[in-house]
């Protein structure tokens, strides 16, 4: 069960970047015929960060404790001591920024560019927060595999 | 002077986005080398992870309620380049913070 959790929680996580990149491409784009639509990617974004930071936090909260034994015995501490303290604090830094997407989307985009310009950076950093997570994550799997094996 | 075009509620939540996650990272160094705080904090929740996040989210809540509401709901005084350069500098400053603290810590 926790496996499928893990996967969930790594799923959501991609597809909250692609709503990213949704927001962002529509947002190069905006006019008041594509407004709605940025609007809706926006509050996906962040029902999708939701859903990946709550299966994540239930995950590492319940589950990931064997795996960071497992970790600190093997050859990369790292995976844990760097990697997963780092995200466990970062990854909380989509939240608010998730929820700041679709207050930025609610002003009138077509016609102010500061709005505009104001959410791509925060479509853009959330992306690149996301890729990091999602290596980040990596990384840690790698640790956990790398302690599980013979030496 | 403000010359924003943005709406109150963007310019309340930009400028709480930028103080909750500053002191997110800043509480991350607190809890890490303060073991009362880090006590305290695994007793009000499961975790000490869970407490740190409904702080975080609470402050950037009811902090961007609150400014959204100043200025006679036109939200805080700031201009929109202002907002933009106060959220990106504020995230990469939270995101710096961390990372160097743990990177500190190996």
New interface residues.
């Given amino acids: 069960m926790s496996h499928i959790i893990l996967l969930l929680h790594a799923s959501t996580g991609m597809f909250f970047i692609f709503a990213c990149v949704w927001v962002y491409v529509e947002t190069l784009n905006c006019t008041e015929k594509n407004l709605p639509r940025i609007r809706s990617a926006c509050v996906a974004a962040a029902a999708l960060m939701w859903a990946t930071?709550i299966i994540g936090?239930y995950w590492?909260?319940y589950f990931y404790a064997p795996d960071k034994a497992v970790i600190l015995k093997g050859p990369w501490p790292?995976a844990h001591?760097?990697y997963m303290?780092?995200k466990?604090?970062?990854l909380?830094?989509l939240?608010?920024?998730s929820?700041?997407m679709p207050?930025?989307a609610?002003?009138k985009l077509p016609s102010?560019p500061?709005?505009r310009?104001?959410l791509l950076?925060?479509a853009g950093?959330a992306i690149i927060?996301g890729v990091v997570m999602e290596g980040a994550g990596a990384i840690i799997s790698m640790g956990a595999k790398l302690g599980l094996m013979p030496a | 002077m403000n010359s924003s075009q943005l709406n109150g509620s963007t310019k309340g939540f930009g400028i709480s986005l930028a103080v909750s996650v500053v002191f997110s990272a800043l509480l991350v160094v607190v809890k890490e080398t303060n073991e009362g705080l880090m006590k305290l904090m695994k007793t009000v929740t499961v975790h000490h992870w869970v407490t740190h996040s409904l702080v975080f989210v609470g402050l950037f809540l009811v902090l961007g309620f609150v400014l959204s509401k100043s200025n006679d709901g036109k939200g805080v005084n700031v201009s929109d380049e202002g907002l933009l350069k106060t959220v990106i500098g504020s995230n990469v400053l939270g995101a710096a913070i961390i990372a160097a603290f743990y990177l500190a810590e190996l």
């Fill in positions: 930071f936090g590492y909260v790292i001591n760097f303290e780092f466990e604090h970062v909380m830094m939240l608010p920024l929820l700041f207050i930025v609610s002003n102010i500061s709005a310009k104001l950076w925060a950093m927060i």
